[in-house]
């Protein structure tokens, strides 16, 4: 939650010259209500099934970058799912960062973060989940989109070599 994934995926995508596709906003487009929205009606359990079904139904262009949500990932079939086609990033942000990104009044817009002490427990559970990733990128929050987008594309260079 607010570690960049967007943000760093659309420069990504941009470098590498492939499609970029935000998994937050096909579910909004898919089911034309925003992800509170979602959330408020019929809770993250409703949610994530969704966001899990679209994951892998969706017919996803090869090499593209996908922004998942933050929690789409932590169930393990997902991870290994989308580990067996292609490379997980995960952008591995200070929580205290994260918490400066979203705001006080983050509770409407991000539902997970309307206990900012619940939020910090769901940050650290998420971890080992995240652990799993193909790539770790450690942030301290200074850096800037296209910045972490050249870090991970050499990185990608780098796991290309080794294969």
């Known amino acids: ?83 067996q086609r292609g490379t997980v990033v995960w952008l591995d942000l200070p929580f205290d960062t994260i918490r400066r990104r979203v705001g006080e009044h983050s509770g409407r817009e991000r539902p997970l973060f309307a206990d900012p002490a619940e939020a910090e427990i769901l940050y650290a559970t998420r971890r080992e989940a995240y652990s799993r990733a193909d790539l770790h990128v450690a942030l301290d929050g200074a850096e800037n989109p296209g910045e972490v987008a050249l870090r991970i594309a050499e990185r990608l260079g780098s796991l290309d070599c080794a294969t």
């Not at 593209?64 to 991870?79: I, Q």
């Open 1 to 83: 939650m607010a570690a960049g994934k967007t943000s760093v995926g659309r420069c990504l995508a941009a470098h590498q010259g492939v499609p970029f596709f935000d998994l937050d906003e096909l579910v909004v487009e898919r089911t034309g209500v925003s992800i509170a929205a979602l959330f408020a009606r019929e809770g993250e359990e409703a949610f994530r099934r969704i966001e899990r079904r679209l994951l892998q139904a969706y017919s996803w262009p090869q090499g593209c970058v996908v922004a998942t949500g933050g929690g789409c990932l932590v169930e393990a079939d997902s991870m290994a799912w989308a580990r």
